[in-house]
């Protein structure tokens, strides 16, 4: 009798909402995935990324041990050199010379060890974390109005309001846990009303009561409005604004100096619509504002944030159940290290490096030699110091720069020149990692143990459940043995993470005394065997306090400000700090997808989760594609002085007019030329340090492709010899998209090329050709198995992809049906699934249109027949939109 496999709980690795997973070891060596149905954050919820989280656990790829200059070295060789480098550095050119650029991937305890190391040993500020990309705006602006860092709701807040605007955020794929979290509450209280405040027309704003599609970058002049509207309607509670708030007149002259006419203007909305949405905000008492990416990552990201709180605190609508503006966070961990001090302006526990006080009681704690005095370098500032030369060592750890950071090519030329590059990661090769002079093999997750805090502040365990392959080891050992070998031996002696946290809390509650709202010194304590058993909170827990899983802070109108009082901010508008014109007349959007995160190294290793969006995309409006020659599903150019990108054409009614969008996640591992963030306006915000992610000028132009070809493949191929390529994992091999501007001279040497075989070995080739058409068609079979079939024609190949991947998986015993898949024709024992629509359960739009013509009339309806949507259900705006269309085919 085989003893039963212990169930493991751990918190998912993607975004910010914090999902609890269930975890078992199967017989097999597989691992099953499924939400955890007692954790608070998620109650069993999982979205398509967190189902697929078994798929992305192979070794492929991964870096298994050291490597110095190339080379295979031992730990200490490399940890010895990493420290001795960074030692010899700041000896001559001073703690400065050095930084550290981290991750919202990291945990709790990796950042900790990681931020001593730096602030209080090193003594430099310059750590800085890739959260600075998507967050940094928020902390801003609620340190501007608070007077620190401090989110003031909780999720239950999105089932108690009657009103809930979306500003810049797209739930529905960027968040699904909780997007359908609030599609469930509006199911139970259909008076519950949405907002959606976005550009574009999104999957969440199809949900929508309101879509508010303004212009990009006018946030503030909509929420100036709403401001001066609020107050001329007699909605201010005088008594809380009288109380317990300072600077309403400032912020109010600045509100008042935009009529709604020219709000209308600014905006591009109509008068009636903004009319609507500010009656609907002075009219509900219970309103939620929750805000993402779309207002952070701007030049003006703090005075979006403060433009919306300012609506709460003049309303008093804050800290009470149902209301209060609520940031999104991006990644799993950002909100644990915002608490830890990962920004380059922080210190640990929400104290600041500009105290001198907070600089004393964090000196003294750690018995530091020195602590830092000032804010270090700021992500995209410390890239040009390194680039400049000032900063001649850095490390990086679980991030990855040269795809993610605006200006991206000019990130990959600052690190090119630096004198010394170290990189922690679990991938061997990335466009970052390809720059180390020395590579350290981290933990991933489910090989990791530590701690992550969500975006309604609640702290929960990543618990490893997979043993550490070949050398890797986990982020915070890694920092802790640099930090011994510079000579600091006495404050890095950990040895389990356990005894991090117990460090990290008790700092918490050093001379705090409620002066601070991070506190978690209950945990001062904790022993190994309470670390493991570790369940969700929320803080604060300060020691001798019983837990509040369920606090709102500033209900009693106290804030952490001198005075204690809430700080209105005047945030006047202002253009984006670059503008459209003739020459690059276009704006461009960058954001994820809805099966993708960051730059794909995990996602981008899940068939299912490439299944929905395999290649890299531009979304343009129709008029500006015919103003432009662009074709549905062509490939093009985006162009600026920064750089270019070549990606597919998504020709939808969806986009605004004069902007386009692209995602950010496609990386020359995976594609060539699609990089985006090369494009991206380096500008950034003068408060936050964040920078314009949202608003870049551009142009587009046709990829003038002498061809195109599709590709399906048993093995992943080399690189293409071709100027447009871009490869997606599919459940038996490879799918890959070609393009070119020049005719290869031999269409068989390139098709073997791709399918890895020479002409002596024996294979089954099978062509086609027609020359005059431009069609070429090829498929290699080794006995009854594809090995690969390759498709051409002078426009885009129109061969089902899903159809063509499934078949690398059947047998081909007849000539038949080898022909068959040459022609691109589909069988009756091989049907089309269709484009995939539903990652969570592998359903195409072709099974989800047959169970409509079999009588499913409603999303509902089709989720019994198909399980399409019946997971996280972000894929049901598109089932309902497949319904839809076939529906108007029918009556016409």
């Known amino acids: 009798m085989t003893a039963a496999v212990p169930e493991i709980r751990s918190t998912c690795p993607y975004c910010g909402v914090g999902c609890g997973l269930r975890l078992r070891r199967e017989a097999d060596g597989g691992v099953a995935v499924q939400g955890d149905v007692d954790h608070p954050a998620n109650a069993g919820r999982t979205c398509s990324k967190g ?17 110095m200059d190339g080379r295979r070295v031992e730990w200490d060789a490399a940890l010895d050199r990493v420290a001795q480098v960074f030692s010899d550095t700041i000896a001559r050119h001073g703690p400065d010379s050095v930084a550290f650029y981290v991750s919202g991937q990291l945990l709790t305890e990796d950042y ?18 890739n959260s600075r990309l998507c967050m940094a705006s928020a902390v801003a602006g609620h340190k501007r109005a608070f007077g620190s860092d401090t989110v003031p709701g909780v999720y239950a807040d999105l089932d108690l309001a009657d009103l809930v605007v979306l500003v810049g955020s797209n739930l529905a794929w960027c968040h699904p846990v909780l997007f359908q979290r609030l599609m469930a509450a ?36 909509l929420f100036n409005g709403l401001l001066a509207y609020l107050h001329e309607q007699g909605r201010m509670d005088g008594a809380f604004v009288a109380d317990h708030t300072s600077g309403l007149d400032a912020a109010l002259a600045v509100a008042r100096d935009l009529s709604l006419p020219e709000i209308a203007e600014i905006t591009g909305l109509n008068q009636a619509d903004l009319k609507r949405f500010y009656d609907l905000f002075a009219r509900h008492e219970r309103v939620v504002t929750a805000y993402s990416q779309g207002v952070n990552q701007s030049s003006c990201g703090t005075d979006k944030v403060n433009a919306i709180i300012n609506c709460h605190l003049l309303a008093g609508r804050i800290g009470r159940p149902g209301m209060g503006p609520f940031s999104i966070t991006g990644q799993p961990n950002a909100m644990g290290g915002r608490e830890v001090g990962g920004l380059a302006n922080q210190l640990a526990c929400h104290m600041e490096l500009d ?6 009681v964090v000196q003294d704690f750690w018995a530091a030699p020195r602590i830092a005095d000032k804010p270090g370098l700021k992500a995209v500032d410390l890239f040009r110091a390194v680039k400049a030369g000032s900063v001649k060592a850095i490390w990086i750890a679980g991030t990855n720069p040269v795809d993610s950071l605006p200006d991206a090519d000019d990130v990959q030329a600052a690190l090119r020149a630096c004198p010394f590059v170290v990189v922690s990661d679990v991938l061997q090769v990335t466009d970052t990692a390809r720059h180390a002079h020395v590579l350290l093999p981290a933990a991933a997750w489910g090989e990791k143990n530590g701690t992550v805090t969500n975006s309604e502040r609640r702290i929960s365990r990543q618990r490893g459940f997979l043993p550490l392959p070949g050398e890797a080891k986990p982020d915070w050992w890694i920092f802790a043995q640099v930090g011994r070998r510079m000579g600091w031996a006495d404050a890095f002696t950990y040895e389990t993470p356990a005894e991090i946290l117990a460090e990290y809390a008790r700092l918490s509650g050093a001379e705090n005394h409620g002066r601070r709202d991070f506190d978690i010194s209950a945990l001062g304590g904790i022993t190994a065997e309470d670390y493991d058993a570790l369940t969700p909170f929320q803080w604060p827990w300060p020691a001798g306090q019983p837990r509040n899983d369920a606090r709102r802070f500033f209900a009693d109108g106290q804030f952490y400000t001198p005075d204690r009082k809430a700080r209105f901010i005047a945030t006047p508008w202002g253009a984006a700090a670059e503008q459209p014109g003739d020459e690059y007349p276009l704006i461009l959007n960058t954001g994820r997808i809805r099966d993708q995160w960051h730059t794909m190294t995990r996602t981008g290793r899940s068939p299912r989760l490439m299944g929905h969006i395999a290649e890299p995309f531009v979304e343009i409006h129709p008029a500006d594609a015919a103003d432009h020659g662009i074709a549905p599903a062509s490939l093009v150019m985006l162009r600026n002085p920064r750089g270019h990108a070549i990606l597919r054409a998504l020709v939808s009614e969806e986009q605004q007019r004069g902007t386009v969008f692209a995602p950010l996640h496609w990386t020359d591992q995976l594609s060539a030329q699609a990089r985006v963030d090369v494009l991206v306006n380096p500008a950034t915000d003068p408060v936050s340090g964040q920078p314009e992610l949202k608003f870049t000028p551009v142009t587009v132009q046709s990829y003038a492709a002498g061809w195109y070809g599709f590709a399906v493949l048993a093995e992943r191929p080399a690189t293409p010899p071709v100027g447009y390529w871009t490869l997606a994992p599919a459940r038996a091999g490879w799918r890959l998209e070609l393009a070119d501007q020049t005719l290869p001279q031999d269409w068989t040497a390139l098709a073997r090329g791709l399918f890895g075989i020479g002409e002596d070995e024996g294979v089954d080739l099978l062509a086609y050709h027609d020359a005059a058409a431009g069609q070429h068609r090829f498929a290699a079979f080794n006995g009854e198995r594809l090995i690969g079939a390759l498709f051409v024609a002078p426009q885009p190949v129109a061969v089902s992809r899903a159809w063509a991947a499934d078949q690398l998986s059947v047998p081909f015993a007849t000539a038949t049906a080898r022909l068959r898949l040459l022609a691109g024709r589909t069988g009756t024992d091989q049907p089309d699934r269709g484009a995939i629509v539903c990652a969570c359960f592998d359903i195409g739009s072709r099974q989800i249109a047959a169970a409509v013509a079999g009588g499913c009339a409603t999303v509902e309806a089709v989720t019994a027949a198909t399980q399409a949507g019946g997971n ?13 269309g076939l529906s108007i085919q029918k009556a016409g």
């Open 355 to 360: 105290n001198p006080d907070h600089r004393r």
């Open 112 to 129: 900790y060890v990681a931020n001593k190391l730096m602030k209080g040993f090193i003594g430099s500020g310059n750590i800085d974390t």
């Open 186 to 221: 509006k199911t139970e209280r259909p008076e519950l009303t949405i907002v959606v405040v976005d550009p574009r027309r999104t999957m969440t704003a199809r949900n929508a009561d309101l879509h508010l599609a303004l212009r990009p970058g006018s946030d503030v002049a």
């Open 872 to 884: 996280c259900g972000s894929c049901r705006s598109e089932i309902r939109r497949i319904i839809d």
């Open 51 to 67: 189902s697929a989280l078994a798929e992305t656990l192979g070794l492929e790829g991964r870096l298994l041990y050291p490597v």
